[in-house]
T-cell receptor, first 115, second 111 residues
Framework: DVKVTQSSRYLVKRTGEKVFLECVQDMDHENMFWYRQDPGLGLRLIYF???????EKGDIPEGYSVSREKKERFSLILESASTNQTSMYLCASSYAPGRDSYEQYFGPGTRLTVT | SQELEQSPQSLIVQEGKNLTINCTSS?????LYWYKQKYGEGLIFLMM?????EEKSHEKITAKLDEKKQQSSLHITASQPSHAGIYLCGADMEYGNKLVFGAGTILRVKS
């Protein structure tokens, strides 16, 4: 079974702090994604990566950065946390298109509260 | 996303009843994915549809993609409390596996 793990289920940080969210997948997937989920807005893509050290902005990249130094690990960084970044953060991974199946597999999520 | 409309926003059904959730795109889709989410948890993959007219079933859940590949429906037969949760559709609009998600449908099943 594919396993996508996230470093924390719940996190409380103060405004202005630097926050690291980590995601690890064990299926040798090329693609990895970071989303945030807010009530009524669904999932919105923050960043995705299609290879080590490669990244591409999603729909809402402002205030975030990412790092992918190893294929299995994708980190989301909030440089200076703000209260409007309080949200549920979901990581996902998938094979690249062209494979028989490239559905995205999701981690359990990190609920981040910024006070 | 306005590119992908999901309806209804929420649904309460009596146990044993059938229900349908719809997902409509403004663009032709390369792929349409259905996921289920328990509150506060990650998304569980249900089914992926790629071909116009395609239909897939898993246990009591059936998903269809229309011929034009712009609309999908998820149908649950004889609903059970275990079906409760949030159902999300995700659409591949550019063949790159960057999915656009609908806002989700909250399903409650009354026993």
């Amino acid at each position: 079974d594919v396993k996508v793990t996230q470093s924390s289920r719940y996190l409380v940080k103060r405004t202005g702090e630097k926050v690291f969210l980590e995601c690890v997948q064990d299926m040798d997937h090329e693609n990895m994604f970071w989303y945030r989920q807010d009530p009524g807005l669904g999932l919105r893509l923050i960043y995705f990566s299609y290879d080590v050290k490669m990244k591409e902005k999603g729909d809402i990249p402002e205030g975030y950065s990412v790092s992918r130094e190893k294929k299995e690990r994708f980190s989301l960084i909030l440089e200076s946390a703000s209260t409007n970044q309080t949200s549920m953060y979901l990581c996902a991974s998938s094979y690249a298109p062209g494979r028989d199946s490239y559905e995205q597999y999701f981690g359990p999520g990190t609920r981040l509260t910024v006070t | 996303s306005q590119e992908l409309e999901q309806s209804p926003q929420s649904l309460i059904v009596q146990e044993g009843k059938n229900l349908t959730i719809n997902c409509t795109s403004s663009k032709t889709l390369y792929g349409l994915y259905w996921y289920k989410q328990k509150y506060g948890e990650g998304l569980i993959f249900l089914m992926m549809l790629q071909k116009g007219g395609e239909e897939k079933s898993h246990e009591k859940i059936t998903a269809k993609l229309d011929e034009k590949k712009q609309q999908s429906s998820l149908h649950i037969t004889a609903s059970q409390p275990s079906h409760a949760g949030i159902y999300l559709c995700g659409a591949d609009m550019e063949y790159g596996n960057k999915l656009v998600f609908g806002a989700g449908t909250i399903l409650r099943v009354k026993s």
